[in-house]
């Protein structure tokens, strides 16, 4: 027999197994961003560089990894906004029948998309491209011009790669690519 108690526990522990990877649990705020688990700036600082021209011909297969990274994303984010409903639901009523196997189904989904997300993700960072925001989509590649290394900055939607920046400075700081770039050697 289903209660309103045994309701709540089950929602609860679907939620808490949710929230693992978002960040937070039991109403901790966290951010709805939720950006996946990423390695630290100085692991995803790459050795490789690119140049200009391998950067472009890479861009076609980053774009498709990068769009299922974005949509996964945001369905993960749909289906934590129903489990919250849900929860909200079943605290201000003192519980509620839920469909627990649709329930389940969901959480499965979320799961199979979060690993679609993280193996994106990681396909990206394997070639020595940092995504930066798949908000908006941001990958970074790094390149040496003139013996420094910058990074050749590329936004999901643009049509090309058009912008750079400094290893410091982040998207704000994006410049119009110039001849120095266009021109720079081989990669390492």
């Not at 950006?35 to 700036?41: C, E, F, G, M």
């Not at 297969?61 to 996964?72: F, H, K, N, Q, Y």
């Not at 970074?140 to 290893?167: A, M, R, S, Y």
Request: hydrophobic residues 35%.
């Amino acid at each position: 027999m289903v209660t309103r108690s045994n309701t709540w526990q089950c929602f609860q522990t679907i939620r808490n197994r949710s929230a693992e990877w978002s960040g937070g649990v039991n109403g901790e705020s966290k951010d709805r961003r939720m950006t996946p688990p990423l390695p630290s700036k100085i692991d995803v600082m790459s050795t490789r560089t690119f140049t200009l021209e391998e950067s472009r011909m890479l861009l076609p297969v980053l774009e498709s990894l990068l769009r299922t990274a974005i949509e996964g994303k945001k369905f993960i984010e749909e289906v934590d906004a129903e489990l919250e409903a849900l929860g909200h639901r079943i605290f201000l009523n003192g519980g509620t029948f839920v469909n627990i196997p649709q329930l389940a189904r969901r959480k499965a989904e979320r799961e199979k998309t979060l690993q679609r997300v993280k193996d994106a993700v990681a396909e990206i960072h394997a070639t020595g491209v940092q995504v930066k925001d798949l908000d908006i989509g941001l990958l970074d590649f790094p390149c040496e011009v003139e013996g420094e290394i910058i990074l050749l900055c590329w936004k999901f939607g643009e049509k090309e790669i058009t912008h750079w920046h400094g290893t410091e400075e982040g998207f704000a700081g994006r410049k119009p690519i110039d001849e120095r770039i266009e021109r720079a050697g081989r990669s390492h």
